[in-house]
Each structure stands twice: as C-alpha cells, then as structure tokens.
C-alpha cells in the first residue's frame, strides 16, 4: 500500500510540473464468454479517475492565492498562544 501512494505522488508531482509523464494504459478484457467487465478493469479506472482528481486538487492548491494576514490578527493569534503557554507553565 505504500509502495501504491508513493507511485501516486510521484505521478501527480509530474503532472503538477506538466512535464511529460509516460503513462500507459493497458486494456483489460472482459472474462471469457460472459458480458461482465473484469473487476481490474473497474480498479484501474477508479485509480485514474484518483489520480486526475488529486492532479487538479494539487494544481489548485500549488496556484491559490495565500490568504492575507492582518496585524490584528497576528498580534489576536500571539496573544493567544501566550496566554496558553502561560496556562501550561503554570501549576
């Protein structure tokens, strides 16, 4: 399983580059006589769709604007975490 993931992010770290990956994709026959698709077939698919979706949920998230931060809030979010430290340093 890990070995899966780490094909995973090093096809959607090509695709996020657009550099050329050399994907290809092999057809899987239906079992013999019957009009069943073979349940790889469906496993392959399903991992495709995957992959295109995490490809342009990265690209979304690699090209979105960073959120601004206000004084205000950086100086809200420092005190918090003062007070808090306090709390713990206290016994």
Avoid at 13 to 30: C, D, K, N, T
Avoid at 40 to 63: G, I, K, M, P
């Amino acid at each position: 399983m890990t070995e899966l993931r780490s094909r995973h992010r090093r096809l959607i770290s090509h695709l996020a580059r657009r550099e050329p990956a050399q994907i290809l994709v092999v057809p899987v026959p239906a079992t013999a006589g019957t009009d069943q698709i073979s349940p790889l077939t469906l496993l392959l698919l399903a991992l495709w769709h995957q992959a295109a979706l995490e490809r342009e949920a990265f690209r979304t998230w690699v090209t979105e604007e960073p959120t601004l931060v206000t004084t205000a809030e950086l100086q809200a979010r420092a005190a918090e975490a003062a007070s808090e430290a306090a709390r713990r340093d206290s016994p």
